[in-house]
């Protein structure tokens, strides 16, 4: 398995622009989560989904900010407009359902977010 | 409201000694703990967890403690190794309908071993 994969790996952008960030979960995982991290404030949950479905995006930090998983292999992270503040890395993971509370989740490298 | 929180941003130990990595945590609803590990532009990796139920638990070189009373767990690494030297991350998971699997992280700290 090739793991979490997300794209792009590196994205500057100016402010004001739509940046959107991609991620392809493992294989018959069902829990899906997005990630930022930030020196400040560590690993902070953005938002997850469970069998496509947002469970909880009370992180998610303003209306700029948006996520979608249309199907069970794709999920995009949208920030439109962005700001300079919204530069950090972005995360996304995936686990299998409840499994992954214990086991924890497999993380994907990472999108490093630079808006300029 | 920091419910898992990383007090030392950063730790340097010598290789072959004790590294010890503390966490504390808030919320007495939190049902298992977790640590991982991160490397510089990688993701974190999962490293070893505890359930709530027990007190310690020990995979290899590391160990991860945890205290309910003082709602505090420590992550041992025995011995330390240059190849040690990341980002630790300290984690928890709640239970309910729609946390079950969510997990709420701590700030992390720099572990460093020097040879």
């Known amino acids: 398995d090739a793991g979490v994969i997300q794209s792009p790996r590196h994205e500057v952008t100016e402010m004001g622009q739509e940046v959107t960030l991609r991620c392809k979960p493992i294989s018959g995982h069902n829990s899906l989560f997005w990630y930022r991290q930030t020196m400040m404030r560590g690993l902070e949950l953005l938002i997850y989904?469970?069998?496509?479905?947002?469970?909880?995006d009370s992180g998610m930090p303003e209306d700029r900010f948006s996520a979608k998983m249309p199907n069970a292999s794709f999920s995009t992270l949208k920030i439109q407009p962005s700001e300079p503040r919204d530069s950090a890395v972005y995360f996304c993971?995936?686990?299998?359902?409840?499994?992954?509370?214990?086991?924890?989740?497999?993380f994907g490298s990472g999108t490093r977010l630079t808006v300029v | 409201d920091q419910q898992v929180k990383q007090n030392s941003p950063s730790l340097s130990v010598q290789e072959g000694r004790i590294s010890i990595l503390n966490c504390d945590y808030t919320?007495?609803?939190?049902?298992?703990f977790l640590w991982y590990k991160k490397y510089p532009a990688e993701g974190p990796t999962f490293l070893i967890s505890?359930?709530?139920?027990?007190d310690k638990n020990e995979d290899g070189r590391f160990t991860v403690f945890l205290n309910k009373s003082a709602k505090h767990l420590s992550l041992h690494i025995v011995p330390s190794q240059p190849g040690d030297s990341a980002v630790y991350f300290c984690?928890?998971?709640?239970?309910?309908?729609?946390?079950?699997?969510?997990?709420?992280f701590g700030e992390g700290t720099q572990l460093t071993v020097n040879p």
């Open positions: 989904f469970n069998n496509n479905v947002p469970i909880d």
């Open positions: 919320n007495s609803m939190f049902d298992y």
């Open positions: 984690a928890a998971s709640g239970v309910g309908e729609t946390s079950g699997s969510r997990l709420t």
């Open positions: 993971a995936s686990s299998l359902g409840v499994l992954g509370r214990r086991y924890g989740y497999t």
């Open positions: 505890i359930s709530s139920i027990k």
